[in-house]
């Protein structure tokens, strides 16, 4: 079993900036992928950033060049540094790893707004 606890989260003005985090139970070098999703009130769950086993990172096209997915292994811990926030960018973010299933943190809210 896999547990991942969220942190970081808050209120923000626009354009600014905020670093989420995600501590995990075990090793994360034993997950094939870590990453981060967000659902915003009323919508669907979309995918923020993923980073796989080898350090390739993919990030949804609304947030490239704002948002930098990262990992400290020595920590156990992924991290979602998130620059020039807007609005839109308001949603729960809920961290995720794949290893034996998809295993999910219970998500912390980010709220940008003046």
């Known amino acids: 079993q896999v547990q991942l606890v969220e942190s970081g989260g808050g209120l923000v003005q626009p354009g600014g900036s905020l670093r989420l985090s995600c501590a995990a139970s075990?090793?994360?070098?034993?997950?094939?992928?870590m990453g981060w999703y967000r659902q915003a009130p009323g919508k669907q769950r979309e995918l923020v950033a993923a980073?796989?086993?080898?350090?390739?990172?993919n990030y949804a096209d609304f947030v490239k060049g704002r948002f930098t997915i990262s990992r400290d292994n020595a920590k156990n811990t992924v991290y979602l540094q998130m620059n020039s926030l807007k609005p839109e960018d308001t949603a729960v973010y809920s961290c995720?790893?794949?290893?034996?299933?998809?295993?999910w943190g219970q998500g912390t809210q980010v709220t940008v707004s003046s």
């Open positions: 995720y790893a794949d290893r034996a299933g998809r295993h």
């Open positions: 980073m796989i086993g080898d350090g390739r990172t």
């Open positions: 075990r090793s994360i070098s034993s997950f094939v992928a």
